[in-house]
Structure formats: structure tokens, C-alpha cells
């Protein structure tokens, strides 16, 4: 503001752009004012500045905190300070923008106190990784409910030394105390760090998700389980899944389970799995009927062994590479539950069978996904008429339908869209 | 009034099907064909030999057309904004034509010529040949916004006219009414350079497979619509290792630098099926090349900032990996998985690969393997392939890499299995890659999986003498799927657990396009943040003296598009999936 006092002193700006204020202070007019005279902005009653201040984004408010004293005060509330995404990212490694190091030291200065929803985002170089523990070890004063640890490209906080990053976030373990969900895939997490997680936060973890963690074992997801009775969602990788661990979650004193998230990976090919029990999945269910079961696949085909020869209430299924025919078909013979498929590839053999099946069985199935597999016209729309409108996602690769007698590719997109009860087309890809 | 004409050859390399040329000839008493080239930018841009040479032997087949009809073309060196003040005074020229380009830079270049000539008096006809439709027109039909779901736009091409009718080649007589003066030192002042003038060694591709011109291509577009007829078959065919080796009638580098005319391709595909399947209009996917090509015409025309991810109303802002040596690994080859290889071998020895080799390699740079952004795929593709212009490439790299045009990303092309799928004898690997043409059917997708005893008797061990694999593919898709997933759920507001349900939907879809009506409320989703048009719709951009058209025009590298602004560059989408939740807190 340029003309008149500001709140305090003498205004902050150096050329800097207050929003607009000097032209249009001239011309507002306050409602029933009596004189012509232009609104004095230091009346704004800091309920409304703090208002206008939730709407705009970190970078403008920043600019308008150097207007005013009074508006640098506002800047400053606690209320403002909850949430914070610390980006960082180098510029060798990445073309996103990083947080300002000054803003971060501010940050850290005048409002660890006030944090209680922090992310951190990061590159894949090691030095952004390294920052991210860097200010994780100094938020000391802080009481935070969520943590996330996000990797927005290779995962650099692998390549961290483990003690290093392990002490960070001990600190954050330790004094929050009050943590409701943590996101921490991908990172060289261990069991004794869990452990001081469980002794200090038991009572508040809702959400804990920790796929590729390869430093936990078994036993240490066991004893999270066990000791915090309020987890309603877990996502972990398939070696740390044991019998035991479902049927801590189904425990009497355990909160019903909304969601368990399992990766299933192999690391080198030919690797066996080990089973669960269809009675441990079964005490799953009858403990949360609803809950969600999301099950990413990443195998080779012939490593498909122990998988879907029981029953298994999984809802989401997701295969990240080619799958068989025939674990196909067990899918459908093993899977009642199963809201959505998703199948990146699968071969050159028509998934005709597989596919009826599947519509027979899984009658909660809404959502399709077929990559690189071939399914003929006829069983294809025989599919989608024996689903019906309850199908609210079909995304069929356009190579996948196999033209028969009974329907060319020009033509099936309006059989299929007569059984769905909207338009519908496959996805395709340029074929320049 | 004498009228000399020059006509200006960019694209559109040929005599046929050439309404620009023809108005050139157009009761003009003399007329020269001029093709505009600075030797010292063929040494800075990255295009590659291949290109290069192509260009030039389209050249000197048109200048050998040319010669049969008593004239030649004129290759005129340096910039077109310093060689034509010089040759309308030289030549005394009255009247300028060119073929339309569609492509923002291309316009901006033109507009600046067109204001030139304007203060020169010289006259210019402008006539749009390149694609079958006016983009412009495109757009006008879809609510002033050019489509972005490729079934949008088929079914607004649906709703159109047959493309216009092609013209017939330039006769002799067309050409001995009006004279052209060729001075002895033709050959030196105007002849084709050759390859070493433009500053390169070598000659390229000696196996010579695609070979320029427009001879050349009505050859291969009589073969292409042989073997068509011979297989009476206009079903999608099976992929097999043939396939993907270079094809004696493909066409798209053809299309791409305008030595056959789409609209010859267009109906001679189309009366032939009428021919043959005795059916009175063929199904739009007969000629589902030529609209792909189309479509990307039309996305990009008003976009400068098509070709990059920043500053691109239509591309998602995804946090690319900068890894500069695994980019590298990919261009060169030498990523240690065969598959991957062999295609970037044959792109970069021949200059073509087919579509599905494209999405292989596209994939695994960007979302399947290597996280690297589209823009470093799409600069190897300008340097190396063929049939790559700005619009097609730009548009279809964002699209392979799921980052535009609201694609599903689940599906993800193993370098390994969706190799052995397309050619399970490996008969492409063993061309492209000698080393390994003694490694058995079962490994020579995966070399590293080999036991040492196979190796040593293939005589290629992996680690020495072929690379090992530079990544853990089962291991990157699977961190991919996530960074995508979480891309497009911020995008999206969404918080459930469906794969499928993370993309957004548009509404553009759903609706049928409106040509004049302004229910454009329903079709904002998706579309509010491409910038309007910036020429008044118009469906042939022929009129002369016309001022440099519009507001938007921006330079192709250098200012920031208006748009930059980190609010506007997200997508806007209306989000049809069931159950969206909003985030309740995370971001301020």
C-alpha cells in the first residue's frame, strides 16, 4: 500500500506487487459508508484476511505478507501453518520447482510448533532425500497426525545410509505421538523403528502404508498390528503378509479394516511364495465385511503357483505384467469379491472362457481393464450384456477384440453400448 | 500486367494434387519453383542424416519433374526472411503461393512473409493441401476448441463432407503457357545440395529403404493398393516379425514431407474398397492413418506449446526423472534389453519403425521403465524418424506417455514379453542386433536370464559384449504405476481405489458436437484452458493480402505462452467417476 500509514510502521514493500491494493482502494466503496471517502484496508477484520489468505496459493500469499506489518502477522497464523508439502528437488535431477531454502528455514524457525499434516516430495537424487531427514530430524516441537514420504520419480531415500534416515524419522515417532497416517513406501524403514513407532502412537495410527519397505520383517509389521488396534488401512508388500497377521487384524479389539493394500513382487525369477490360509482370510472377512482388498501383481507367469487356487475376498486386482490363461480362469472361480480387474497383458490366446466366467461369478465386478490380450466380438459382448450397467469402467485396448462372424470392430462399439446404457468405445493408441 | 509467380515449396513436395502450384501457373507468364534451405541450420538442428537425405532426394526428383516440363526448381539458400525481399525485386515477382501450414510456428513464419509481400505488392494464394480438412474448421465444429479424445474426433469427421476432391498433376501444357528463364549457372546458384554441402559424412542409410520423392511414392501407393486388393482384406492384419521390418508400400514419410497427397492416398483407398466390398461408403477406421495424423494436426495448430510439457494447457504435469546418461542408453541402444535395442537400431539405421515398435520404445522411456520425460523421446524421434513433424510427433509422444489426451496407463509394454509376443522366432532381433543372432528363441529376449553355457556358445556374453539390462522391469512398473497413479488422483480429486477410475473422464464425449449452437456450458469440462483460436474460422486461408492474422501467435522456443501461470497448466476436468471425494487436507 502506498498511500497512507500502514498498520504499525513503514510499508514492507520493496517494488514488491501488492495485490492491486492502491488502485482499487481508491474505488471500493464500503457498504453504507456515509463519506466518498476510499476504504482504509487496515480495518479488514483479520477473520476475512485470514479467509482470503486460506484461498491463495503459498507464492501469492507470500507477497502479500510483505504489504503490512498487519498482514505479515496474518501470514504468520498458526491456523495457516497446518499443512505443508515441502518439495525438494535438484535441478540436475529434476524440472520441478524446489521450496525455497529460506521459506523452509522459516518454517522450521516459527512454525515446526504448528505443523500437523507434512509431506515431503522428492526427487530421485540422494541430496533431496538427504534434506528431506534433514528437516524431518529438526521438527523436534512438532505434533504431527500425517507424514508422508513421497518419491516422485526412483526412490531417493533408499539410497540414503539407513541410520541416517532411520534416526530422522524417529524423531518425528517420538514426538508426535499423535500420528494418524503415515506414508513411508519405498524407504529403508526397519522393525525397531516401528517398534518406537507403536510404543509412541499406538493409540492415534490409522493409516500406515509402507509397500517395498525391504528392512521389515514379518514379525515387525506383526507387532503394528497387534499394538495398534486402530489401523484401518495397511498397504505392505506379500512377504511381510503372514496368517498371523490377518488374524491380528481380526481381532476382537481391532477397529473393523477399510483397506489392505498388497504388493506382490518377485524379485528374481522362478521365486517361490508362500500361502495363506483360506481361514485366516475367511476370520478377515466375517471381522470387516467390508473392507477392500487391493492386490497388485507384478510376476512372472510361472510364478503364479500358490495364488488364487483358494478363495480370496480380494475386491481390486491389478496384474502388472502378462498372466496366463489359466490363473485367469482361477480368478474367476476364486474371486467373489472382485470389484475391479485389471489386466496389463496377457497373450495370444482369446480370453473368451475366462472372461464369461468371470461375469458369472464376480457379481460385484464394475470395472474392466484389458491391455495386450485378444477376446473374440461375440464373448466380448456376451461379457458386457451379462454385467450389464453395473460395468461404470470398460477399458478395452482396441487390439484387444478379435473380429468374428458375428461382429466386425465397427460395429461392436454400439452392441457394447446398447448393454451399457451409454456411449462406449475402446481405448486406442495412434497407429501413425 | 505481367505476372510472375513464384511458388514456394515447404512441405507438399509435389506436382500432383497442388492447388497452390496451379494458381501459380494461373495465367502467369513466367513462374519458378523455389525451395528455400540454410545449409548453415542443417548443421546446427538436430535432424538427422536420414531426414536430410530424404528431403534432398524428394528435391531432386521434383526437379526432375520439373525439367521434363521445361522448368526446375530453384533451391535457393538462406532464410525465407532475407531470400525474398532479394528475389522479388531479382525476378520481378507479383505473385507468391504456398501450401497452408497448420503448425503454430509454421503460421507465424508465414504471417511475416504474407506482410512482407503485402509491402512488396506481391500478391499471395494460399491453399490448404496438407491435411484432408481444415484443422481451423475442425475446431470451429467442436465448440471452438480442437478435440481431445480421438473418438471425438471421429465423430465430428463423420459429421463433415468428403475431404476435397484431389487435383491432377501439373501438364505440360499448364507449364508452356507460362515460361521459366533458367540461366546457365543454374546447377550452381539453385541445383539440390548434396549431403556433404549440408556438413555430413556419411550417407546414411546405404540400404537406401526409403527413398525420397514423388516418383517414388505414387510407386509405392500403387503397391500399397496391390497388395490391399490381393489380400481383398481391410481388416487390421496379424502382427508378425515381417511387419515390423520396412515396408515397400509404406507411405507415412511420404505423407509427412507431402510427396503424395493425402487426399490421393484418402480416395484411392476409398474407391477401392467400394470396388472390391461393392458397399456404398467405407467405416472411418479404413483410413485410420490418415486421421491419426489429422487429429494431431488439429490438437496442435493453436497450441505453441504443444511440443513441451510446461506452459501446455493439455499436457499433465508429471515429475519426470532428468537422467541424461539413461537417456542415452535408450537413443543409443544400448539398454540391454534386445527388444528395445533392436527398434532404436533400425530407427536410427533406416529411419522407420512401426507403431507398435513406437509405443514399445515410448513406453518404456516415460511411464513404463525409465521415468524420462516425452520431450526426450520425442527430440531422438525429430532427429531420426522419417515421418515425424512437429504436430504428430509432439502429439504422439505425450499421448504413449499417458501425459495428454486422457489415456488409461495401466497397460504397460514389457520390453521383454511384448517382444516375444509380436515375433516369437526373434527373426528382428537377430537382424538388428547381430551379436546376439546365435542366442536360442528362449533367451534372446532376455539374454541375462541365459545360463553362462549358452552364453559362451552364442559367443555373446551379457556384461560384455551386450550390455546388461539397465533396469528391473517388474520393479520400475511397478514404482511407475504408482507416480502415475498419483499424478492422476491429485489431478483428478480422487480417492478411491480404483486403477481406472484415477483418469478422468471428459465430457466431451458424451455429447454430440454442436456446429453453431452455444450449449457450450456442457463441453467446458476438459476444455476451458485451451486458448481459443487465433485466426477468425475459416475453412481455405486463401486470401491474398490478408494482415498477419491474430494475437497468439508466439515464437516456436523462446516466450512463454501466456499460460504459464502454475494454476493454469493444470487440466481442468469434470470428474465423472462415482464416489469422489475431495482431499480433505495435505496441500494448503
Known amino acids: ?432 | 500486367m505481367v505476372v510472375n509467380s513464384v511458388h514456394w515449396f515447404r512441405k507438399g513436395l509435389r506436382l500432383h494434387d497442388n492447388p497452390a502450384l496451379q494458381e501459380a501457373l494461373n495465367g502467369a507468364d513466367t513462374v519458378r519453383c523455389v525451395y528455400i534451405l540454410d545449409p548453415w541450420f542443417a548443421g546446427s538442428a538436430i535432424v538427422g542424416v536420414n531426414r536430410w537425405r530424404f528431403l534432398l532426394e524428394s528435391l531432386e526428383d521434383l526437379d526432375t519433374s520439373l525439367r521434363k516440363l521445361n522448368s526446375r526448381l530453384f533451391v535457393v539458400r538462406g532464410q525465407p526472411t532475407d531470400v525474398f525481399p532479394r528475389v522479388f525485386k531479382e525476378w520481378n515477382v507479383t505473385r507468391l503461393t504456398f501450401e497452408y501450414d497448420s503448425e503454430p510456428y509454421g503460421k507465424e513464419r508465414d504471417a511475416a512473409i504474407i506482410k512482407m509481400a503485402h509491402e512488396y505488392g506481391v500478391e499471395t494464394v494460399v491453399r490448404n493441401t496438407h491435411t484432408l480438412y481444415s484443422p481451423d474448421r475442425i475446431i470451429e465444429m467442436n465448440n471452438h476448441s480442437p478435440p481431445l479424445t480421438f473418438k471425438r474426433f471421429q465423430a465430428i469427421v463423420n459429421r463433415l463432407e468428403l475431404p476435397r476432391k484431389p487435383l491432377p498433376t501439373v501438364t505440360q501444357e499448364q507449364m508452356d503457357r507460362c515460361r521459366t528463364q533458367i540461366s546457365d549457372n543454374h546447377d550452381e546458384r539453385y541445383g539440390v545440395p548434396s549431403l556433404e554441402e549440408l556438413g555430413f559424412k556419411s550417407q546414411g542409410d546405404r540400404t537406401h529403404v526409403w527413398k525420397g520423392g514423388e516418383t517414388e511414392s505414387m510407386e509405392r501407393l500403387n503397391k500399397h493398393l496391390d497388395r490391399k486388393a490381393w489380400v481383398a482384406n481391410f481388416e487390421r492384419p496379424r502382427i508378425t516379425a515381417q511387419t515390423l521390418f520396412a515396408s515397400p508400400t509404406g507411405l507415412s514419410p511420404y505423407l509427412r514431407f507431402g510427396c503424395l497427397s493425402c487426399r490421393v492416398f484418402y480416395y484411392n483407398l476409398r474407391d477401392l474398397y467400394i470396388k472390391l466390398r461393392r458397399r456404398s461408403s467405407p467405416p472411418l477406421s479404413l483410413f485410420g492413418q490418415l486421421l491419426w495424423r489429422e487429429f494431431f494436426y488439429t490438437a496442435g495448430t493453436n497450441n505453441p506449446n504443444f511440443d513441451r510439457m510446461e506452459g501446455n494447457p493439455i499436457c499433465v504435469q508429471i515429475p519426470w526423472d532428468h537422467n541424461p546418461e539413461a537417456l542415452a542408453k535408450w537413443a543409443e541402444g544400448r539398454t540391454g534389453f534386445p527388444w528395445i535395442d533392436a527398434i532404436m537400431t533400425q530407427l536410427r539405421q533406416e529411419g522407420w519403425i512401426h507403431h507398435l515398435a513406437r509405443h514399445a520404445v515410448a513406453c518404456f522411456l516415460t511411464r513404463g521403465d525409465l521415468w524420462i520425460s516425452w520431450e526426450s523421446g520425442m527430440k531422438v524421434f525429430e532427429e531420426l524418424l522419417l515421418d515425424a513433424d512437429w504436430s504428430v510427433n509432439a502429439g504422439s509422444w505425450m499421448w504413449l506417455s499417458c501425459s495428454a489426451f486422457f489415456q488409461q496407463f495401466f497397460h504397460c509394454y514389457c520390453p521383454v514379453g511384448f517382444g516375444r509376443r509380436t515375433d516369437p522366432t526373434g527373426e528382428y532381433i537377430r537382424r538388428y542386433i547381430p551379436k546376439l543372432k546365435d542366442y536360442p528363441n528362449r533367451y534372446i529376449y532376455e539374454p541375462w536370464n541365459a545360463p553362462e553355457s549358452v552364453q559362451k556358445a552364442a559367443n555373446c556374453i551379457v556384461g560384455v559384449d551386450y550390455p546388461k539390462p539397465m533396469v528391473n522391469h517388474a520393479e520400475s512398473s511397478r514404482l511407475n504405476i504408482e507416480r502415475m497413479k498419483q499424478v492422476y488422483q491429485q489431478l483428478s480429486h480422487y480417492r478411491g481405489l480404483s486403477l481406472l477410475a484415477s483418469v478422468p473422464t471428459i465430457q466431451e464425449e458424451a455429447e454430440p458436437p454442436m456446429s453453431d449452437d452455444s450449449q457450450a456450458s456442457s463441453s467446458t469440462a476438459g476444455q476451458g484452458s485451451t486458448p481459443p483460436p487465433s485466426t477468425p474460422p475459416n475453412s481455405e486461408p486463401s486470401s491474398p493480402t490478408a494482415a498477419a492474422p491474430g494475437t497468439h501467435i508466439q515464437r516456436k522456443r523462446g516466450l512463454p505462452s501466456e499460460l504459464t501461470s502454475k494454476q493454469k497448466t493444470k487440466v481442468k476436468h469434470a470428474n465423472q467417476a462415482k464416489g469422489v471425494e475431495q482431499i480433505i487436507d495435505e496441500k494448503q
Open chain 1, 1 to 432: 500500500m502506498k498511500r497512507g500509514q500502514a498498520r504499525g510502521g513503514e510499508a514492507e514493500g520493496r517494488g514488491v506487487p501488492g495485490p492491486g491494493a492502491p488502485e482499487a482502494c481508491k474505488r471500493v466503496r464500503r457498504a453504507g459508508a456515509e463519506e466518498d471517502g476510499p476504504v482504509d484496508w487496515r480495518l479488514l477484520p483479520e477473520e476475512i484476511l485470514l479467509i482470503i489468505f486460506q484461498y491463495l496459493p503459498l507464492l501469492d500469499r507470500a507477497w502479500a505478507s510483505r504489504v503490512c506489518r498487519g498482514w505479515n502477522d496474518t501470514f504468520h497464523t498458526p491456523q495457516l501453518w497446518r499443512c505443508f508439502e515441502f518439495e525438494l528437488n535438484q535441478p540436475a535431477s529434476s524440472y520441478l520447482k524446489a521450496t525455497h531454502p529460506d521459506l523452509i528455514k522459516q518454517i522450521i524457525t516459527r512454525h515446526s510448533n504448528h505443523l500437523q499434516y507434512v509431506s515431503f516430495k522428492v526427487d530421485s537424487s540422494t541430496e533431496s532425500a538427504e534434506a528431506a531427514c534433514d528437516i524431518l530430524s529438526q521438527l523436534v516441537n512438532c505434533s504431527l497426525k500425517t507424514l508422508g514420504l513421497i518419491s516422485t520419480a526412483r526412490p531417493s531415500f533408499m539410497e540414503l545410509p539407513k541410520s541416517h534416515f532411520i534416526s530422522a524419522l524417529t524423531v518425528v515417532f517420538v514426538n508426535s505421538k499423535s500420528l494418524s497416517s503415515l506414508k513411508i513406501d519405498d524407504t529403508p524403514v526397519d522393525d525397531p523403528s516401528l517398534k518406537v513407532l507403536v510404543a509412541n502412537n499406538s493409540d492415534t495410527l490409522k493409516l500406515l502404508k509402507m509397500s517395498s519397505c525391504p528392512h521389515v520383517s514379518p514379525a515387525g509389521i506383526l507387532c503394528v498390528a497387534d499394538q495398534c488396534h486402530g489401523l484401518r488401512e495397511l498397504a505392505l508388500n506379500y512377504h511381510l503378509l503372514s496368517d498371523e497377521l490377518l488374524l491380528a487384524l481380526s481381532s476382537e479389539r481391532h477397529v473393523h479394516l477399510e483397506h489392505l493394500r498388497i504388493d506382490v513382487v518377485s524379485e528374481t525369477p522362478g521365486q517361490t511364495f508362500h500361502s495363506i490360509k483360506k481361514s485366516s482370510w475367511d476370520a478377515m472377512v466375517r471381522h470387516s465385511p467390508q473392507f477392500n482388498l487391493v492386490m497388485y501383481y507384478f510376476l512372472y507367469e510361472n510364478e503364479f503357483g500358490p495364488f488364487f487356487r483358494d478363495e480370496v475376498p480380494v475386491t481390486h486386482l491389478y496384474f502388472g505384467r502378462s498372466v496366463s490363461k489359466e490363473v485367469l480362469g482361477r480368478v474367476g472361480l476364486t474371486c467373489p469379491r472382485l470389484v475391479e480387474l485389471v489386466v496389463c497383458a496377457n497373450g495370444l490366446r482369446p480370453l473368451d472362457e475366462e472372461l464369461i466366467r468371470i461375469a458369472e461369478r464376480c457379481k460385484h465386478l464394475s470395472a474392466i481393464g484389458l491391455g495386450e490380450c485378444e477376446v473374440s466380438c461375440s464373448a466380448f459382448v456376451e461379457f458386457v450384456k451379462m454385467c450389464g450397467k453395473r460395468l461404470s469402467q470398460l477399458s478395452i485396448m482396441e487390439e484387444v477384440l478379435m473380429p468374428d462372424n458375428q461382429y466386425g470392430l465397427d460395429d461392436i462399439h454400439w452392441e457394447v453400448s446398447k448393454h451399457l446404457g451409454r456411449v462406449w468405445f475402446p481405448d486406442m493408441m495412434p497407429t501413425w
